[in-house]
């Protein structure tokens, strides 16, 4: 059975910091490439950051966002630095199987930032 298991998300204040993390189960975590989405109140959901062969990143989180994995670990992680209220949103990870059509999706975990 795929899982993808989010956590780390909560309420921050602006210009804080949160490390997300998505625990994969259920399928061969190293073959996969993995991003995180992100979607806010009455917008849709808006690719956030992936890892496969390299990194891509959305313009508006370059240089405050990282994505890693840990291969070993089945887990991968987005660290969350200088974050703004327009960060507000369910971060989602999802993988993929490049080439094909095959992908999986967590459940979210909620980032709110506010003061």
């Known amino acids: 059975q795929v899982q993808l298991v989010e956590s780390g998300g909560g309420l921050v204040q602006p210009g804080g910091s949160l490390r997300l993390s998505c625990a994969a189960s259920?399928?061969?975590?190293?073959?996969?490439?993995m991003s995180w989405y992100r979607q806010a109140p009455g917008k849709e959901r808006e690719l956030v950051a992936a890892?496969?062969?390299?990194?891509n990143y959305a313009e508006s989180v370059k240089g405050r966002f990282t994505i890693s994995r840990d291969n070993a670990k089945n887990t991968v992680y987005l660290q969350m630095n200088s974050l703004k209220p327009e960060d507000t949103g369910v971060y989602y990870c999802?993988?993929?199987?490049?080439?094909?059509?095959?992908?999986?999706w967590g459940q979210g975990t909620q980032v709110t930032v506010s003061s």
């Open positions: 999802k993988a993929w199987l490049r080439y094909t059509t095959t992908e999986y």
């Open positions: 890892i496969g062969s390299s990194t």
């Open positions: 259920g399928f061969t975590f190293s073959n996969y490439a």
